[in-house]
């Protein structure tokens, strides 16, 4: 990952990132990933054409990162207006926030943000008053609803001062999207309590993007990331993952290809037997503790590794998260317990324990796959990224209709996403005979 940490960020009133004279390297990454995402090409050409979200006002809140540009640039040929904030404080290639604002978009990102910056550039996004929000992690999304519900919350004052003098009538928001599990379970529990203002459709959960970003993308680009940061040799190592959903299934078999041996921590029964009876060791959190020289969480949940599994970790192991917040990862454990924090490489910490012991943390416990190395490879984010696309233009078409839920992105898009990259691939499938498509949706039929 290119680091221009060392220049200062540039603020105008349509734009906020590192350095505009990065535009033409970004221009060539996003040309690059374009190549690489077929399906959006065939979307951008039509929403050029068709012109779907004429004259709409959208906010997304997005790892600024090539594959997202394509994304945006899609959403731009469709007619709309957009403003991109970043989803996590790490991971904006300065590179393509530069580029994108060359192209017309009101970006508001640059890597190496603090946490206020990350609030008050969610409020920049905001202050275009989005008619539609596009999220990753839910921040934009629940801060609309904070701020809606006169919600009290320390991060709100950095939003307000991105708003400006500009305020936000949720009345003219018409739908939202959301791209992981985390946002999608805090989006859930806004459901749930009656709270949500706005149509969501939950684009992580339906299977174009989860059995594929999920497990392939943040598989391979989490492994990446640790032989990008340490150059490690995983052969042979003890690699324990934390989480055998989607995710966490997609690494311990990316890790078990590079010839680790693999432990699996769970705490869901049916996630640990498949796990068990994939060939995995799994056991409990302590015992992985005393064995593992790699550990990656990918549970979505907190202070998954703490205290009282850093006591008994091996001098040299190695630490990365690969779940949406850097919470999983207890940072306050790890520094209170710790005589020496030093960076030792880009994206590498080394905390030198009081008995001697050093342990290794990657990327500041934050996604180590977006912040160590590039996040998923264009190919993946081609489906997730194609979903999104759709997902926009169904809002904007069917605002009057959709109620103020939690959706899922409807099955024949999913399926149409699919055929796409199929094409794209030169792979043609089977259609069912008449006899056929009769037998499966028949219920007379059965031994004859
Ligand atoms: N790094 C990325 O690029 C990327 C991509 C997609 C999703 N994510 C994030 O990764 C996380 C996981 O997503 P997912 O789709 O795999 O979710 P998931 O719900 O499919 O899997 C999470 C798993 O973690 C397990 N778990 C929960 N608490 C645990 C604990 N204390 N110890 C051990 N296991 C525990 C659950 O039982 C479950 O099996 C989320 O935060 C999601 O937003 C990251």
Known sequence: MKSHAGCRVVRTGRYWVRDIRLASDGMRRIAWAEQRMPVMGVIRKRFEREKPLKGFRIAACLHVTKETATLVRALVSGGAEVSLCASNPLSTQDEVAAALVEEGVAVYAYRGMSESEYYECIGRALSVRPEITVDDGADLTVTVHKLAHGVQSPELESVQVGMGDERLDVEDIKGGTEETTTGVIRLRALEREGKLLYPIIAVNDSPTKS?????????????????????????????????????????AARARGMGAEVIVVEVDPVRALMAAMSGYRVMSSRDAAKIGDVFVTATGNINVIRREHVELMKDGAVLANAGHYDVEVSLKDLRAMA??????????????MRDGRCLYLLAKGRLVNLVAAEGHPSEVMDLSFSLQALSVELLARERELLPSRVLDVPPEVDRAVAKLKLDSMGITIDEMTEEQLRYVTEWKLGTS
């Not at 042979?236 to 934390?242: D, E, I, M, S």
């Not at 005589?339 to 030198?352: D, G, K, Q, S």
């Open 339 to 352: 005589e020496v924090v030093e960076e030792i490489a880009p994206n590498v910490e080394r905390f030198r």
């Open 211 to 251: 059995l594929f970003d999920n497990p392939l993308g943040t598989g391979q680009s989490t492994i990446d990331a640790i032989m990008r940061s340490t150059g490690m040799l995983l052969a042979g190592k003890r690699f324990v993952v934390f989480g055998y959903g989607r995710v966490g299934s997609g690494i």
